[in-house]
């Protein structure tokens, strides 16, 4: 990855039935009441072949403007974004979501940034992930994250759909996901930083998809 400037928008997170952390979880409360993450099944049931679910996108809408996930046996991956769901089938090729899909697993909150800051950064998107988190105030709550910026490359995987009866284990297929890779392209990374007492719930300590 060469230099290049990054927008980063951080916004702290709790669950409803979250527990330890380093404030008060009223004091959390108080704070920010609607900054809440809300989940549509977990990854777990992602991992053992669980790919279908019965949310359509247009009620996902109503639990957030910001987020990821797929839908039903893996047609397309979702990316939900200032309000806009969208799908991206595996050609790449990005496309506002029909509001009757389905989807077997969603993350989604209402986005408002916490914290904005502006990188210049030379390297990996590993390397990025390792800045990003020794930014967070605390690795016991999970954050929404949004990385604007033009990469130099990048390469990203996608999802090839699976039959309503086939429930082969997600890491399995990941193996023989397709992706696609590009130069010197604009895009916004959406996603998550999870702890990692909560990975069944989602990817740790990162999860992203890119549009």
Known sequence: MK?????LSLLALFFSFSG??????????KKSKD???????MIDAMRRGIYEGAHT?????AHGDFGLGTFNHLNGELVALDGIIYRIPPSGKVEVASENLKSPFTSLTFFNADDVKTLSFTGSFEELQDKVQALLTTQNLPY??????????ITVGGADPVSPEDTT???????VRPQYK???IKGT????????????????????HFI
Do not use: C
């Open 3 to 7: 230099k290049t400037i990054f927008n």
């Open 20 to 29: 330890n952390t380093q404030q008060h979880p009223d004091k959390i409360r």
């Open 35 to 41: 900054d809440r993450i809300w989940y549509y099944s």
């Open 57 to 61: 996108v247009k009620e996902l809408k």
């Open 144 to 153: 929404a994250i949004k990385i604007e910026g033009t990469w130099a490359e």
């Open 169 to 175: 284990e997600l890491a399995i297929l990941m193996k």
């Open 182 to 184: 590009a130069k010197n």
């Open 189 to 208: 990374m959406v996603g998550y930083f999870t702890p990692s007492l909560l990975s069944n719930v989602d990817l740790s300590p990162f999860h992203f």
